[in-house]
């Protein structure tokens, strides 16, 4: 519900004069309102006695007649409007009247001349007394001491850009006398102007990182539905292959039944025509055991009868084998020891060119972290010889005559970028084309430079080189190398968080991952170290070439580096 005073407009009780209610309100001859303090005031300094706002001039200087109705109205709009005032208090982080006692209230403006903020009743003093009218009021601030020139005293008005504080009139013209200085409000302009150009920038960082959220997110997606796929296809392909070999199997065993019941059903006829024989021969045994119990003459005419030879079969022809004909069981193992062959081929052609895929996707997300590498002059092996640019170094033959420095290698022709990794993720290219020995890596910027530097993670160095003997080896024996062939080109990428030092062939032949450092933990900032190898005569003559990283083109399959 709406108070009682904002029913009623403050213009209808403002003096023209001061701007404020009426205080105290008189009427003048041509029936205008004001203060009394206000109209006396305005007369005494002028030589017109006239109206301040119809202009009509008064030969005499009237006395102003009190109006009674309304300074009655205008004092009880003033308890209203105070009484309003004393129903809001300052809200946190508001600046505070510094006059109110008990419950503050927000302060409406601050008195640069009496340091103080008044809330709106506590200002009144200040637009009606003449003397305090002088005073400069601004928008309410705190800590008001921090705008008063503590040397001088006085308002601290204008800024030094060139010693980059705010100074008072005083001061611009005595130490600050031949300093670049403007007016405070136009330093104020012109930082506002640069932080909402920096505002414009952060914003627009902000968008460009949540477009890349967005690619990252909408690539994993990518990534997991291809995966999907690839397992769905690889799950088929073992499926099949086991419905194969099962159905190998059962026509295996199949078969090698069939031939069983047959060898049975053989068996059982041959054991079946015996038994008829060997029945009939018993029956002729038991007769002729008859025969020779008889009488001569009985005997002698049944001889003709039983001297014919007995009519049975030759099993002597017959042989009874003790295992299977293994023939067509060979040949269906062969035909499917054939056929696993074909798909473990096919298979692992497959997983060979997929994770080429792969390796070929992270290197493509690493160069994505490619920083430009320079290498440092004064850490330069005395016999090696840098490019103009800092982008080469081969080796020399002849020891140079150069300046004495701490950071220079005394003993190994090795050399160091001049930038270093303190944090996140680096990857730089170096070309060893025709390099017959060489090492490359990074550094902790307290290795060993003046003797003998022995090539090991825990001496603050993790490296991939190549020797003389045309081998290739990690200054680590617990990494192990995966190369394909010799690299023209190598990549080097180091993650500082997770404690990772990554090196890739990345020539365009031979995208490959080669070793990785793992398991580490960094405590000091690391440097690109470049080993040359040592003159061979003209076997070595060759430089290492810190190339530009060109990316790859082409989908990510989003492949993570951590």
């Given amino acids: 519900m709406a108070s009682p005073c904002s029913l009623l407009s403050e213009e209808q009780f403002q003096c023209s004069v001061c701007l404020d209610v009426f205080t105290d309100p008189v ?42 109705t309304l300074r009655g109205v205008a004092d009880h709009f003033k308890g209203l409007r105070v009484r309003d005032r004393e129903d809001s208090s300052a809200e946190p982080g508001e600046v ?7 419950r503050k209230r927000k302060a409406l ?29 601004i928008d309410p601030v705190k800590n008001l001491e921090d705008r008063i020139c503590k040397k001088h005293n006085k308002l601290l008005e204008l800024f030094c850009r060139t010693d980059q504080t705010c100074v008072c009139q005083f001061c611009s013209e005595t130490d600050h006398k031949a300093h670049n200085t403007v007016p405070l409000e136009e330093e104020c302009d012109q930082r506002k102007a640069q932080l909402g150009k920096t505002e414009a920038k952060v914003k ?94 009985q005997l002698l005419q049944s001889i003709p009868f039983w001297c014919l030879p007995v009519k049975t079969k030759d099993w002597s022809e017959i042989s ?34 997929e994770l080429k895929k792969l390796s070929e996707a992270e290197i493509k997300i690493i160069q994505q972290y490619a920083v430009d590498v320079t ?123 997770e404690g990772r030092v990554s090196i890739c062939d990345v020539d365009v032949t031979a995208r490959s991952h080669i070793c990785s450092f793992t398991g580490y933990k960094f405590t000091e900032k690391l440097y690109p170290y470049f080993h040359c190898g040592y003159p061979d005569g003209e076997r070595n003559i060759a430089p290492l070439v810190i190339s530009p990283v060109i990316q790859m083109t082409g989908p990510v399959l989003g492949m993570s580096v951590n």
Avoid at 56 to 66: S, Y
Avoid at 96 to 102: Q, R, S
Avoid at 345 to 353: D, I, L, Q
């Fill in 96 to 102: 505070v009247c510094d006059v109110c006692t008990g």
């Fill in 27 to 68: 009427s003048i001859p041509c029936g205008h309102n004001f203060c009394k303090a206000c109209i006396n005031g305005y007369w005494d300094n002028t030589d017109l006695c006239q109206c301040p706002l119809c202009k009509q001039i008064f030969h005499r200087r009237p006395e102003p007649d009190v109006n009674r």
């Fill in 109 to 137: 403006k601050s008195c640069l001349v009496c340091l103080t903020s008044y809330c709106e009743t506590h200002l009144d003093p200040h637009q009606i007394a003449p003397a305090l009218k002088r005073h400069q009021l």
């Fill in 320 to 353: 009874v084998q003790s295992h299977l004909p293994m023939g067509y069981m060979k040949k269906a193992v062969s035909q499917l020891e054939d056929k696993l062959t074909n798909e473990v081929k096919r298979f692992h052609n497959e997983m060979e060119n």
């Fill in 375 to 497: 290498l440092d002059p004064d850490t330069a092996y005395p016999e090696l010889i840098l490019s103009v640019d800092g982008k080469q170094v081969r080796c020399g033959y002849q020891s140079q005559n150069l300046s004495k420095n701490p950071k220079r290698f005394t003993y190994m022709y090795s050399v160091l970028g001049k930038e270093g990794f303190s944090s996140g993720k680096s990857y730089y290219e170096v070309e060893v084309k025709g390099k017959t020995e060489w090492d490359l890596g990074v550094a902790t910027e307290s290795i060993n430079r003046q003797g003998w530097l022995p090539l090991s993670p825990e001496d603050g160095l993790w490296t991939l080189g190549l020797s003389t003997n045309n081998y290739y080896e990690a200054n680590d024996s617990k990494v192990l190398l995966h190369l394909k062939k010799k690299p023209q080109k190598v990549g080097v990428f180091v993650d500082y968080e």
């Fill in 204 to 297: 627009q960082m902000i968008q460009e990182r949540l477009q890349k959220v967005k690619e990252i997110e909408h690539s994993v997606d990518l990534s997991k539905r291809h995966t999907e796929r690839e397992i769905s296809d690889k799950v088929q392909v073992f499926t099949a292959l086991v419905h194969s070999i099962e159905k190998c199997k059962a026509e295996l065993i199949g078969v090698v039944e069939q031939k069983q019941e047959a060898a049975d059903r053989w068996a059982e006829g041959l054991i079946k025509e015996l038994e008829q024989e060997i029945t009939e021969l018993k029956r002729i045994s038991s007769e002729l055991g008859q025969l020779l119990h008889t009488k001569d003459h």
